[in-house]
T-cell receptor, first 112, second 114 residues
Framework: GDSVTQMEGPVTLSEEAFLTINCTYT??????LFWYVQYPGEGLQLLLK?????DKGSNKGFEATYRKETTSFHLEKGSVQVSDSAVYFC???????????FGAGTTVTVRA | NAGVTQTPKFRVLKTGQSMTLLCAQD?????MYWYRQDPGMGLRLIHY???????AKGEVPDGYNVSRLKKQNFLLGLESAAPSQTSVYFC?????????????FGPGTRLTVL
């Protein structure tokens, strides 16, 4: 079955540091890939997404590129802020399947 | 638009008690979902619905029942709560039509079963 593996956290960074969260996946088809973010005390919200190989999703300074050859969708941000402290989830959806498979989540804390 | 709302926000139950969690969405979405979130396990799908009057089992359906009598509402029931059901429950919805579409999440319900 489908699965998503994320780097384990927690991750603690200083403001303006570079952030990378690794995500790899296993899927039977050609999935769509997502990053969702959960701020403290809130539900999840979509951060970015990509639907085909070499697509780059981007939002709020975050980027992730769909790499089919390495089955990866790593999240990056060049200069994090305290407000980026959150839990980040990588997820996938198979074509014509409306269910998401989530990774375990990575907790990121940014210190001022 | 309120988006996706969940009721209640917090609940404490004793083992064996029952309760119903209510999810409502005002976006006219076809698909709705119930997830549970546990530390180190991400979100796991309990049940989902692809339209009014339909329900289907997800990854961890045991101990839960659902109903979708109205398009905008999706109810999650626990008939006899167990401590293993202590979790944070999230409802989500999406328009469907494409697996590329975003799922919109509610704020969650924190349930503790003693």
């Amino acid at each position: 079955g489908d699965s998503v593996t994320q780097m384990e956290g927690p991750v603690t960074l200083s403001e303006e540091a570079f952030l990378t969260i690794n995500c790899t996946y296993t899927a039977t088809g050609y999935p769509s890939l997502f990053w969702y973010v959960q701020y403290p005390g809130e539900g999840l919200q979509l951060l970015l997404k990509a639907t085909k190989a070499d697509d780059k999703g981007s939002n709020k300074g975050f980027e992730a590129t769909y790499r089919k050859e390495t089955t990866s969708f790593h999240l990056e941000k060049g200069s994090v802020q305290v407000s980026d402290s959150a839990v980040y989830f990588c997820a996938l959806a198979e074509p014509n399947d409306y269910k998401l498979s989530f990774g375990a989540g990575t907790t990121v804390t940014v210190r001022a | 638009n309120a988006g996706v709302t969940q009721t209640p926000k917090f609940r404490v139950l004793k083992t064996g008690q029952s309760m119903t969690l209510l999810c409502a969405q005002d976006m006219n979405h076809e698909y709705m979902y119930w997830y549970r979130q546990d530390p180190g396990m991400g979100l796991r799908l309990i049940h989902y619905s692809v339209g009014e009057g339909t329900t289907a089992k997800g990854e961890v359906p045991d101990g839960y029942n659902v109903s979708r009598l109205k398009k905008q509402n999706f109810l999650l029931g626990l008939e006899s709560a167990a401590p293993s059901q202590t979790s944070v429950y999230f409802c989500a919805s999406t328009q469907g039509q494409s697996s590329y579409n975003e799922q919109f999440f509610g704020p969650g319900t924190r349930l503790t079963v003693l």
